[in-house]
């Protein structure tokens, strides 16, 4: 979708010293014009007729793209749902139209009082407007902003525009809120801290945010499984002048089937595919007596480590190559995540399955990853299994490839860290959640693929039954192609086929 903004602040960012004392004033002598009329067509046809003060954000295209993600929820039959950042009040509004209990908040107490008006204008007089709403810890507790716990519902079309500082004109404090980060770090990482620790969002629950471009895919992955929830980027407004804004939506992760954790098992894998487990099931465990890896070549237990398998719901067009190369992908994501990962190691994704830690002279298999599936009837399971080493304190050692630990790049790793974050970023590609489109992978697949080649790049030497080739390409399937040193190139569809050398 293509939309022109329409409002006079069009600009990915935005000049001047923040909250000079001429735009605060520009802002005051705003506040004292009079009111202005706007109206806004809902999704559902509604033609509403809004009255604003000069200093509260009118509904604009971005309003219109969060109400149709609004409505692709289907109706609220009664569910309590939270707007942060009411603004004009419209949002908020259409909600209650399709039967949420609404709550709503806004920093702007101008927008307080508008909304309101709007409310009790259009039969809504039953929505609660609180000041306030997320921000520095001297903004005071949620309960200021969010009366309520456990909500089904919480958006924000969030402030998008990133400033800069330069000698021009800035917008005051009040638009600023509608509109502009100004936040020194991440508003949403913020927000969805406050969220987790007030336990705003129901276990059931969903939350939508607009998010603008300065925040990758990557990064919004990256700090919502941080807080414990799962997210996907769900749908995307592009405007004239090139940028994009997104809605990202949030959840806890497989909330129908909590992870299971058994000190010893066969095989976590084995567990999930033979016994009647429903989809979004996960199992850990301490040690695996019967734990293998491709072709049953026996699992190796280090002193610590973590193992866990999970049922997913694997996309019927995605081949087993390519599931398995995304979940090396996402565990190396989860590595990476750790907040002291030593800029001194190497994580690679070793294709197909592997992650290999290079660290000065020394390298080693830190994960591995065995996805299976097992057909019964006209149904196919599939299970995701991983393995991380922790720590070397038995200084268990493999016979075949030798053994790396996440102590060699981190003092903090652990299995309980490492196994959240998977568990939200499996859930953020594969749960399907209803009202949530399901996962886009073509994104997703081209970052694996990316992660892949720079693997290959990465090793110091490759043979292919005992000849040396060099590396050519990923293809779309998951196969790699590669070139012998007389220019003769081959098809490789089999990881055991290749030797790898990294020092």
Known sequence: MVMNKGFAWNKTSVSGPIFTDDSVARELELIDKDTKFYEWKSPTGELLSVELPHTVYPPKEDTTFMAENLVRLGPGKGRKCLEIGVGSGVLSLLCHRQGWKVSACDINPYSVVAAKRLFSLNSASDIEVKEGGPGPKEDGESIQWATKKNYELIFWNMPYITPTLNDESHLGPLEDA????????????????????????????????????????????????KNGFSCRIINQLHFDDGECLRV??????????????????????????????????????????????????????????????????????????????????????????????????????KWPNDLIILKGEKFGKVSGILVESVSKGKITHTVVGIGINISNNSAVQNENFPIAYTNWFSSSATAEYL????????????????????????????????TIKEGFISCKSIFYRNSKVTFVNVNDDGTVSLKHEDGTQISCDEGEHLDWLFL
């Open 178 to 225: 509608a509109l502009i980060d100004t936040s020194t770090t991440s508003l949403i990482s913020i927000t969805l801290a406050k969220i987790k620790l007030s336990n705003l969002l129901a276990n059931s629950g969903i939350g939508l945010f607009t998010v603008g471009e300065k925040f990758t895919q990557d990064y919004l992955e990256d700090i919502c499984s």
């Open 248 to 349: 990202i939506a949030f959840w806890h992760p497989y909330s129908k089937t909590p992870p299971i954790h058994k000190e010893v098992v066969g095989s976590t894998n084995s567990e999930l595919l033979t016994n009647d487990w429903p989809v979004g099931s996960s199992l850990s465990t301490d040690l695996q007596t019967k734990g293998r890896g491709r072709y049953d070549r026996k699992w190796i237990n280090s002193s610590e480590l973590m193992a866990c398998s999970w049922k997913i719901e694997k996309p019927i067009e995605m081949s087993p190559a390519i599931l398995q190369i995304i979940c090396g992908h996402l565990v190396k994501q989860s590595l990476q995540s750790i907040d002291d990962f030593s800029n001194d190691s190497q994580l690679i994704l």
């Open 419 to 450: 196994q959240k974050q998977i568990h939200c970023r499996i859930a953020g590609l594969f749960e399907s959640v209803e009202g949530i489109p399901n996962t886009n992978f073509d994104y997703v697949k081209s970052m694996a693929l990316t």
